[in-house]
């Protein structure tokens, strides 16, 4: 499970985010839902040890502390970021972008069924396993860095916006794929604005607003709430 405690982050004299808490239990869709500006890739950055936290925060992982660790322990830790933009190298092939996902200790070993499992879960990759990801769709391209990050074996995934750029289908596809990873056990906290599909296959989800959290409740209860329909559905 992991659990973030009193998250503050700061840019300089500006504070991104404050004193933010909540979690994630292996198993189960969290959405966190926000708009632009609102803090939300901070929040998964400074979860993977990439920007700099305040002194009094405290992120763990199934009991193991992982606030001071470098990004590369986190990883090893079991805890995954794709980030917003995706990340993956044009240049190289499909296959040469998924093995960089296994370079992780606790994945070597299990690298063959990693990669199994990622082509069960993403058939179009499997046929084209040896061409250069930037001749991949965006839909593609996202299942390579989803891919990628499943590599490393994780047991929580942080998403940053996966949605962004694709078509409603693709992101349902897309969203079917994540509904399977987290029936395998994987717990997988979701950046998202699309609040329509994202809630569709989440369990839980948190509202996020100047760098503070305002709000958390089941989907199903947010995707009545009059104010979530208001600020992220469209409705009301
Ligand atoms: P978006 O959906 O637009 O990416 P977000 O919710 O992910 O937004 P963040 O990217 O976390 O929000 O940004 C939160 C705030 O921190 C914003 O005001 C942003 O301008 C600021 N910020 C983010 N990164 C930096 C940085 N490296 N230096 C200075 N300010 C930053």
Redesign the pocket.
């Known amino acids: 499970m992991l659990e973030v405690h009193k998250l503050s ?1 700061s ?2 004299k ?1 504070t ?2 404050r004193d933010v808490s909540l979690r994630v239990d292996r198993g189960e869709i969290v959405v966190m839902l ?10 998964l ?1 400074a979860c993977a040890g990439l ?1 700099a936290k305040h002194e009094n925060t405290a992120i763990a992982l199934s009991g193991k502390d992982l606030t001071d660790l470098a990004a590369h322990r986190i990883v090893e830790a079991g805890l995954a970021l794709v980030p ?1 933009g995706r990340g993956i190298f044009g240049d190289l092939t499909v296959r040469e972008n998924l093995e960089l996902g296994a370079f992780a200790k606790r994945a070597r070993t299990s690298e063959k069924d990693n990669l199994e499992r990622v082509m069960t879960l993403f058939p179009k990759l499997s046929e084209r396993l040896d061409q250069d990801a930037r001749t991949m769709s965006g839909g593609e391209q996202q299942m390579v860095a989803l891919g990628r990050a499943l590599m490393s074996n994780p047991d929580i995934l942080l998403l ?2 996966p949605s962004l750029g694709l078509s409603p289908i693709m992101t349902g596809d897309l969203f079917k794929a994540l509904a399977a990873i987290r029936n395998t056990g994987v717990g997988v906290l979701l ?1 998202e ?1 699309n609040a329509h599909q994202s809630l569709a296959i989440s369990d839980r989800g948190y509202l ?1 607003e100047n ?1 503070a959290i305002t709000g958390q409740d089941t989907a199903l209860a947010l995707q009545s709430d009059l104010a979530v329909q208001k600020a992220f559905l469209g409705l009301a």
């Open positions: 982050v840019y300089g500006h991104a985010l926000g708009a632009n500006g609102a803090g939300k890739s901070s929040l950055k920007v917003e940053d916006e950046v604005q996020i760098g």
